[in-house]
Nanobody, 124 residues
Framework: QVQLVESGGGLVQAGGSLRLSCAASGRTFSSYAMGWFRQAPGKEREFVTAINWSAGSTYYADSVKGRFTISRDNAKNMVYLQMNSLKPEDAAVYYC?????????????????WGQGTQVTVSS
């Protein structure tokens, strides 16, 4: 069992930066692949980025590639999402998620645990 709590969301101007954090509980955290998804009002939840258990591989949606960076610290049970050059279209609720079997990292349905989400608002 893994519990996830996101933090770090807020209001930022376009072009600005935010760093989201995801605190995970559970002794098996380091064995999970982790991902960030987002959902804007009236839209489906979409993949943003993912990282495998060893942090050796990362994956990004084309829309955030080059602007966002995912990282993890297994010793601290933490996952981070550094977001730079934010655009109004990045505004959404951002969710941290854990993928127990480390498969299909781009697909929300394969994630086993989810946080409650943190709101990111980007003003133009």
């Amino acid at each position: 069992q893994v519990q996830l709590v996101e933090s770090g969301g807020g209001l930022v101007q376009a072009g600005g930066s935010l760093r989201l954090s995801c605190a995970a509980s559970g002794r098996t955290f380091s064995s999970y692949a982790m991902g960030w998804f987002r959902q804007a009002p009236g839209k489906e939840r979409e993949f943003v980025t993912a990282i495998n258990w060893s942090a050796g591989s990362t994956y990004y949606a084309d829309s955030v590639k080059g602007r966002f960076t995912i990282s993890r610290d297994n010793a601290k049970n933490m996952v981070y999402l550094q977001m730079n050059s934010l655009k109004p279209e990045d505004a959404a609720v951002y969710y941290c998620a854990a993928n127990r079997y480390r498969i299909n990292l781009l697909t929300a349905a394969y994630y086993d645990y989810w946080g409650q989400g943190t709101q990111v608002t980007v003003s133009s």
